[in-house]
């Protein structure tokens, strides 16, 4: 099973310093992802065990959610294009 996850991440998600995820959105967008027939096996649990296994960070953060460090989904992050001599979001 970590094989899949390891997957997401690399394809799906950018590791960086500073960035955090919420472990909600992360399993949401995660399983979306997982072909139907796969989602049974990966529980919360499985999740965090491999999570943990992997050596991503994970805790709670100033509001009580659980936060995963160092890591977000490349969709959820803007990408910046030159418009004249500015970079503007896209």
């Known amino acids: 099973m ?3 996850l390891s997957e997401f991440i690399d394809t ?14 992360f399993v949401d ?11 049974p096996a990966w529980t919360r649990a499985a999740i965090v065990k491999t999570l943990d296994d992997l050596g991503i960070q994970r805790g ?10 160092n890591l977000d989904l490349k969709s959820e992050r803007p990408t ?3 418009s004249g001599n ?4 896209r």
Do not use: H, M, T, Y
């Open 86 to 89: 500015r970079l503007v979001r």
């Open 12 to 25: 799906e998600a950018v590791q960086l310093a500073g960035l955090k995820i919420s472990f909600a959105r």
């Open 60 to 69: 709670v953060a100033g509001n009580g959610r659980v936060f995963l460090g």
């Open 2 to 4: 970590p094989n899949r």
């Open 29 to 39: 967008a995660f399983r979306s992802w997982l072909p139907p027939v796969e989602r």
């Open 80 to 82: 910046l294009q030159r």
